[in-house]
């Protein structure tokens, strides 16, 4: 039996968050922590290990795809024109360095917020990725033949739009859960702003590189031309 299990407390509050929601209506407050808590102690030890490798796995697949196209960026973007071994170690240490030591001297509570806040970032982060990618790939200027057909283009504008909507509903609960309000919240709402308005440019710019002649002759945006 693990010994976290021994504390009533911690176990029967990671129960309440999946075991009391018979219906399925109530909100509950799940995450990580609970989650692997409320395995291990139900269903044993070798049900928390698994869920372990199973996030483990995920971290490592979107770390390593994160940490590999920055490397390419720094590579192109800086010139750095460092031997493999030294490129790898350099951008590592960059990411490890910070993670381990926030992870050592912090509580398992804490971690877990900080997940949440950093999914909340990294889901604000996404259009700044997507977009462009959709609008550059739809240039025949830049991809030539292999730029997308009309197929490839709605449903990578469909997808997208339900990503980036799913991910922002999740943003705007992680932001109502924290509670803010004065000039915190007047911040938020200022940048709230200014990041629909930065879409809505990369919007504009991506009907342009898709060949929107109104938007291709305006001076106002940069086209892929």
């Not at 990618?133 to 033949?145: D, L, Q, V």
């Not at 609960?173 to 509670?179: G, I, R, T």
């Amino acid at each position: 039996k693990l010994q976290v299990c021994q504390n009533k407390s911690i176990y029967e509050d990671a129960k309440h968050s999946f075991v009391d929601n018979q219906n399925g209506t109530a909100i509950i407050d799940a995450d990580l922590y609970k989650s692997g808590l409320f395995l291990g102690c139900t269903f044993g030890v070798a049900a928390m290990y698994i869920w372990g490798v199973g996030i483990l796995a995920a971290g490592q697949s979107s770390t390593m795809t994160g940490t590999y196209a920055g490397q390419f960026s720094m590579e192109g973007f800086l010139n750095l024109q460092w031997p493999r071994w030294r490129r790898v170690l350099f951008t590592r240490l960059i990411a490890i360095v910070p993670t381990f030591c926030l992870a050592l001297f912090s509580k398992m509570e804490d971690l877990t917020n900080m997940n949440d806040i950093l999914n909340a970032v990294m889901s604000l982060q996404l259009p700044f990725a997507a977009i462009p990618t959709i609008a550059f790939t739809s240039c025949s200027a830049i991809m030539g033949e292999f730029v997308n057909g009309i197929g490839n283009k709605i449903v990578s504008i469909l997808l997208t739009i339900v990503v980036i909507a799913v991910n922002l509903y999740f943003v705007i609960n992680q932001v109502e859960a924290l509670n803010i309000e004065g000039g915190v919240l007047a911040v938020v709402c200022i940048f709230a702003i200014l990041y629909l308005l930065f879409n809505l440019y990369l919007v504009i710019h991506m009907a342009a590189c898709m060949g929107n002649k109104t938007l291709m002759n305006s001076r106002n945006f940069f086209v892929c031309i």
